[in-house]
């Protein structure tokens, strides 16, 4: 199954509602639409800065990847930066394939 990063920044509703419940269940939550959407959540971290929450998931594709990510913005609570996360056996598989390119200007 396909891994995503999610890079979450709470709007202030959303820090309130962290504030009053405590990270332990948002974590619950996270794992709970991981899993509504077919997955599971791998790891979740708070963090200081830009973003303040990294969350690491498998998930069947991503059109679910997008669905979590479309929810999470429209309740108004954060806004998430999805990446897809691949292996060092799908970059060697991404490297035998031999494709054609030309540069700009050449």
């Known amino acids: 199954m396909p891994k995503y990063l999610f890079q ?4 202030a509703e959303g ?6 419940e405590g990270g332990t ?3 619950q939550a996270v794992a709970q639409l991981m ?3 077919g997955g599971k959540l791998e790891t979740m971290y708070f963090a200081f800065g830009s973003s ?7 998930l069947p594709d991503h059109a679910s990847a997008a669905a ?4 999470v913005g429209a309740s108004g609570a954060g806004r998430v ?3 897809v996360l691949m292996t060092p056996a799908e970059i060697d598989e991404a490297c035998a394939r031999q494709g054609k390119y030309r540069p700009p200007g050449s």
Not at 52 to 58: G, N
């Open 15 to 20: 820090t309130r509602g962290v504030l009053a």
């Open 35 to 37: 899993k509504s959407l």
């Open 52 to 58: 303040d929450s990294f969350c690491i998931a498998e």
């Open 81 to 83: 930066t999805t990446t």
């Open 25 to 27: 269940k948002r974590k």
């Open 68 to 71: 979590g990510t479309m929810l």
């Open 8 to 11: 979450v920044s709470f709007t």
